[in-house]
Nanobody, 123 residues
Framework: QVQLVESGGGLVQAGASLRLSCAAS????????MAWFRQAPGKEREFLAA????????YYADSVKGRFTISRDNAKTTVYLQMNSLKPDDTAVYYC????????????????WGQGTQVTVSS
């Protein structure tokens, strides 16, 4: 497993942008599929985006397609989530996750998780 640490969250106004980072430890980072999820109070954890080990294929939830972009830098063992045109509904704790298999859109498909970073979007 890899250890994951998210950063980059904060309080922004609607329409602003944020870039989240997820730093991973472990030499096998380039073998992992990486994903971003979020969880708002009282709601289930929601899949946002995933990227394959090479970075050549990405997947997005319909709710963020066109606004969020996932990317990775295997040399820096870091995955990013660029979030544009943020809305108050994007307020949540954002988590990165990893697995050594296929892309999953359900949280049960991932066995390594970060501690989360809070994103709050004010109207």
């Amino acid at each position: 497993q890899v250890q994951l640490v998210e950063s980059g969250g904060g309080l922004v106004q609607a329409g602003a942008s944020l870039r989240l980072s997820c730093a991973a430890s472990g030499r096998a980072f380039s073998m992992y599929t990486m994903a971003w999820f979020r969880q708002a109070p009282g709601k289930e954890r929601e899949f946002l985006a995933a990227i394959t080990w090479s970075g050549s294929v990405t997947y997005y939830a319909d709710s963020v397609k066109g606004r969020f972009t996932i990317s990775r830098d295997n040399a820096k063992t870091t995955v990013y989530l660029q979030m544009n045109s943020l809305k108050p509904d994007d307020t949540a704790v954002y988590y990165c996750a990893a697995n050594r298999g296929s892309v999953y859109t359900r949280s049960v498909g991932y066995n390594s998780w970060g501690q989360g970073t809070q994103v709050t979007v004010s109207s």
